[in-house]
């Protein structure tokens, strides 16, 4: 029996991957605010990838992004039914600040 690493890494998305997340967002209701913030992520992370000669400044603004599309509905709905918020944490407190 040989080992097997306990966490797989995610594959790299497929190339054609930042156009299709454009698309979507193109096509969702806050596309007027998430559009362009899609836009400075994936050029701050294509610079740093030009920088790096890594791609994984892509891959995880991909990641991100696509996380985002796919979980907004839900988030949509926790606040449209009149969930308080009010003891929430900051996301910042999560995810660290972006820089």
Do not use: C, K, Y
């Not at 995880?60 to 039914?81: C, K, N, Q």
């Amino acid at each position: 029996m040989s080992a097997q690493p306990v966490h797989q890494p995610a594959p790299p998305p497929s190339p054609a991957a930042a156009a299709q997340l454009r698309e979507r967002i193109r096509r969702h209701e806050r596309a007027a605010h998430w559009l362009p913030a899609f836009e400075r992520d994936w050029n701050h992370a294509l610079e740093t990838a030009r920088q790096t000669f890594d791609l994984t400044p892509l891959h995880e603004a991909i990641r991100e992004w696509a996380g985002r599309l796919d979980t907004a509905p839900t988030v949509a709905a926790f606040l449209a039914g009149g969930m308080d918020t009010s003891d929430g944490i900051p996301l910042e407190d999560v995810l660290g600040t972006r820089g």
